[in-house]
C-alpha cells in the first residue's frame, strides 16, 4: 500500500519538522512570558476582589437600612391603627352610655308620670268619697225624728223638704264602703312605696353604669397612652441605631474608597508596565505568528490535496455502485394450468394459491418500475400448439388498461424469452397477462408459467 501524501511529506521534508519545534518553543515561551503576567496580576486582582466584596457590604448595609425604615413606616402605621381602634371603642363605649343614660330617664320619666297619675286619681276618688260619706252623716243625723225609722240594717231617710221623698239605706253597705276606701287608699301608698323604690334602684343602675363606662375610658386612656410611649420608644431606638448604622457605612465607604483609589493606582501602574513588555514582545510574536502560519499554510495544502483526490475517489466509486444498482432486477412468476383454449380474451394466470387474475387484478407492484425481461414457458404433450399472450399495465385503482408491454406468441418450442433494455418506466400498479388467442392446445394438463423481471425505479 502506497504511503498518503502527507505522510511523503513528512517523512521527505525535515527541515520543516525543524521549524516546528522552534514554532512550539517560541509559542511555549510566549505563554510562559503571558503566565507571568498573570501572576503579577495576581496582587491587582485580590484588590480589585477586595473592592468588590466592600461594595457589597455597602449595598447589604443600604439594603438594612431601607428594610429598617420599611419597619419603622409598618410600626407607625400599626400606632396610628391602634389609636384609631382605641378612639372608636372609645366612642362606641361613650354611645352606650348616652344611649342607656337616655333610655333609663325616658323609663323614669314614665313612671314617675304613672305614680303622679295614679295618686292624682286615688286621691280624687277618696276625697269624693269622703264627701258623700260626710254628707251621709249629715243627713243621717239631721233626720232623725219623728220621720225616721231606725234599725240595725236599714236607715229611712225623708226628704225634709219632700216628706213623700224616702231613701232606705243600708248601714252596713256604707261602713263596707268606707273599708274599700280605706283599703284603696293603702294600695295608692303602697304603689307611690313601691314606684319609689324602683326609681332608686333605676338610679343606682345608672350610676354603676357611668361609674363602669368611666373606668372603661379610664382603661383605654391608658391603654393609648402607654401604647404611644412604647411606640415612641422604639421609633428613638430605631433612629438611633439608623444613625449608628449610617455612620458605620460611611466610615467603611470612606475606607474602600482609599483601598479603591490605591488599587486603580497599582493597576494603572501595572497596565503600564505590560504595554512596555508587550511592546518589547510583539515583533518576536509577530515573527513566530508568522512562521506558524506559513507552515499551518504549507500542511493545509497538503491536506486539501489528498482530501480532493480522495473526494474524488469516493464519487467516482458512488457512481459505480449506483449504476451496479441500477443493473439489478427482481423476479416473480405467475402460473396456468389446463386447456387455453377456453380462457381466451381472459386473464387465467395466477400468484400463490391460484387464484386466477383479471381486469386491474395481477401483480401488485407499488413503487414505479421498468419491465426489462420477460420469459414464457410450458409443459405440455402439444406439438402443434401456438398461445398469444400480451402483458398489461393498469394503474393503482384502476380496470383500464394503461398501456401493453409486451406482445409475444409461445409457440411448440414451448420456450419464449424477451429481453427490453430500453424499457420506459411505468408508475405503481398492476401486471396482468391476458390470452389474445391460442390454437393447438388439447393437453387438459397442459401447464403454463411466465416470469417477469422488473428494475425498481428506487434504487432497490
Do not use: W
Amino acid at each position: 500500500m502506497s504511503l498518503s501524501l502527507k505522510q511523503q511529506l513528512s517523512n521527505n521534508t525535515s527541515n520543516l519538522q525543524d521549524q516546528l519545534n522552534s514554532l512550539s518553543s517560541d509559542v511555549s515561551s510566549a505563554v510562559a512570558f503571558h503566565k507571568n503576567i498573570i501572576h503579577d496580576d495576581a496582587n491587582i486582582k485580590a484588590l480589585a476582589d477586595r473592592a468588590t466584596a466592600n461594595a457589597s457590604d455597602i449595598d447589604s448595609l443600604e439594603a438594612t437600612t431601607l428594610a429598617q425604615t420599611g419597619e419603622i413606616e409598618s410600626i407607625t402605621a400599626n400606632v396610628a391603627t391602634n389609636a384609631q381602634s382605641i378612639i372608636d371603642y372609645n366612642t362606641q363605649f361613650q354611645n352606650k352610655i348616652d344611649s342607656e343614660e337616655a333610655r333609663a330617664l325616658a323609663a323614669e320619666l314614665v313612671n314617675s308620670q304613672a305614680v303622679i297619675t295614679e295618686r292624682s286619681r286615688a286621691i280624687g276618688v277618696e276625697g269624693g268619697i269622703a264627701d258623700d260619706i260626710i254628707s251621709l252623716q249629715n243627713d243621717k243625723q239631721d233626720n232623725i225624728g219623728p220621720s225616721t225609722q231606725l234599725s240595725v240594717d236599714m236607715i229611712s231617710y225623708h226628704d225634709p223638704l219632700d216628706i213623700s221623698r224616702t231613701k232606705d239605706l243600708n248601714y252596713i253597705k256604707i261602713v263596707e264602703f268606707e273599708t274599700n276606701v280605706a283599703g284603696a287608699y293603702t294600695a295608692v301608698n303602697d304603689e307611690e312605696v313601691r314606684a319609689l323604690a324602683s326609681e332608686s334602684v333605676l338610679t343606682s343602675r345608672i350610676a354603676t353604669e357611668e361609674s363602669n363606662a368611666r373606668s372603661a375610658e379610664s382603661s383605654l386612656n391608658t391603654a393609648v397612652i402607654t401604647e404611644r410611649d412604647r411606640a415612641v420608644g422604639v421609633e428613638g431606638l430605631l433612629s438611633t441605631n439608623i444613625s449608628s448604622e449610617a455612620s458605620t457605612a460611611r466610615s467603611a465607604e470612606g475606607v474602600l474608597r482609599a483601598d479603591l483609589v490605591t488599587a486603580t493606582g497599582l493597576a494603572t501602574a501595572a497596565h503600564t508596565e505590560i504595554v512596555k513588555e508587550t511592546g518589547l514582545r510583539k515583533s518576536d510574536i509577530l515573527a513566530v505568528k508568522n512562521t506558524a502560519t506559513i507552515n499551518r499554510l504549507a500542511l493545509e495544502g497538503a491536506d486539501t490535496a489528498e482530501s480532493s483526490a480522495r473526494v474524488a475517489a469516493d464519487i467516482a466509486e458512488s457512481i459505480a455502485r449506483v449504476t451496479e444498482d441500477k443493473k439489478m432486477v427482481f423476479c416473480h412468476m405467475m402460473e396456468f394450468e389446463g386447456l387455453m383454449g377456453g380462457v381466451v380474451n381472459d386473464y387465467p394466470f395466477a400468484s400463490g394459491y391460484g387464484s386466477p387474475s383479471s381486469a386491474g387484478f395481477g401483480l401488485s407492484v407499488p413503487f414505479g418500475y421498468k419491465l426489462v425481461g420477460c420469459a414464457f414457458s410450458t409443459v405440455s404433450t402439444d406439438t402443434a400448439n401456438s398461445v398469444v399472450f400480451q402483458v398489461q399495465h393498469f394503474n393503482e385503482g384502476s380496470v383500464v388498461v394503461d398501456s401493453v408491454l409486451v406482445d409475444s406468441t409461445l409457440g411448440s418450442s414451448h420456450y419464449k424469452n424477451e429481453l427490453f433494455p430500453s424499457a420506459v418506466a411505468k408508475p405503481a400498479g398492476n401486471i396482468c397477462v391476458k390470452v389474445v388467442s391460442a390454437s393447438g392446445c388439447v393437453d387438459p394438463n397442459a401447464r403454463y408459467r411466465v416470469s417477469f423481471y422488473l428494475q425498481s425505479q428506487l434504487g432497490f
